[in-house]
């Protein structure tokens, strides 16, 4: 039997976690249950009072060519080893998928294994590039005007102006950075800004680490500038640092040495594809069709 919004299965859908996504962070995953999990967003499957197979649903608001558009994401599909392949994860998926085909034109999901998710209806519309930077390929410049620590309200501020080029985006506001600010906090992240001369913020990145490596995992900037002052603060943190970016920003331009490596990032599933069609007043039959119609390269950056 499929259970939902049961707040006593929290410590059992948090246990299927760690048993099935040994990768993760640990710190990630305590920040994720403590301050975006909501027992409405979990789906479960138990058994003998057990929970074996799980996926939660998170809501949330995308910008589409200047409309908002009520979304949710699919995150932490998993099931434990010793219950798999006696169809849960599909059960799990009918019935999240029914319910999103009532509430909201467009689902995305974290696209890890894509083949799990194409029978499902969803496909790859987001791809994310990783460029590998170390020392030898950014000229040295001064940390001049580089802060730890920014504001919620500056990071918002330069965030909006950012994205503006952009599209398919999540609609953030002050809270989603006040929050953000914690996830990078709880992972031993640190998040460095660029202010101009006259105190304005002009760029931000989110720095993660791992051994002799760093991960900006993102990376907002105004101006190449700026987009430099932050890679080289990242680089005086660990001498090879990977550069995460929509695969629409070409760093090569800036930084022809880099080593890239495009990924998949989110993939999405086109519930109603009339409505949507009569919405944005045109003719779409499939989501590659939908998202094609953007007018601006798209941005994705959220993993919930």
Not at 2 to 18: C, D, Q
Not at 155 to 176: P, Q, V, W
Not at 248 to 259: G, R, S, T
Request: with cysteine.
């Amino acid at each position: 039997m499929i259970e939902r919004s049961n707040p006593n299965l929290t410590a059992g859908i948090k246990s299927v976690w760690r048993q099935c996504f040994t990768n993760e962070d640990e710190r990630y995953t305590e920040f994720f249950f403590r301050l975006i999990y909501k027992p409405e967003y979990g789906y479960a499957i138990t058994d003998r009072g057990r929970v074996v197979s799980t996926l939660c649903r998170i809501p949330h608001a995308i910008m589409f060519n200047s409309r908002v558009l009520a979304t949710s994401m699919i995150v932490g599909v998993a099931t434990v080893p010793d219950a798999r392949n006696k169809g849960h994860m599909h059960d799990l998926m009918d019935t999240v998928l029914d319910a999103c085909e009532h509430s909201e034109l467009i689902t995305l999901i974290q696209a890890y294994e894509p083949a799990l998710y194409e029978p499902y209806g969803f496909r790859m519309i987001y791809n994310r590039s990783d460029y590998t930077v170390t020392r030898l390929d950014v000229q040295r410049i001064t940390n001049v005007g580089c802060a730890y620590d920014p504001s919620p309200i500056d990071m918002l501020k330069c965030y909006s102006a950012f994205i503006s080029r952009f599209n398919g985006f999540y609609a953030r506001d002050l809270e989603y950075f006040v929050r953000y600010k914690k996830e990078i906090t709880a992972q031993g992240g640190k998040i460095v800004a660029y202010y101009d001369s006259k105190g304005q913020i002009r760029g931000y990145a989110s720095v993660l680490f791992g051994g002799k490596e760093a991960t900006v995992e993102e990376c907002i900037y105004l101006d190449s500038m700026s987009l430099m002052k932050l890679i080289n603060a990242a680089l005086q943190e660990r001498p090879v640092v990977h550069v995460m970016v929509s695969a629409a920003e070409n760093l090569n331009k800036l930084i022809p040495n880099a080593q890239r490596r495009d990924f998949g990032s989110t993939m999405a599933r086109l519930n109603n594809p009339e409505l949507f069609s009569r919405l944005f007043g045109t003719e779409v039959r499939t989501v590659e069709e939908a998202f094609a119609l953007s007018s601006r390269p798209l941005n994705l950056n959220e993993f919930a």
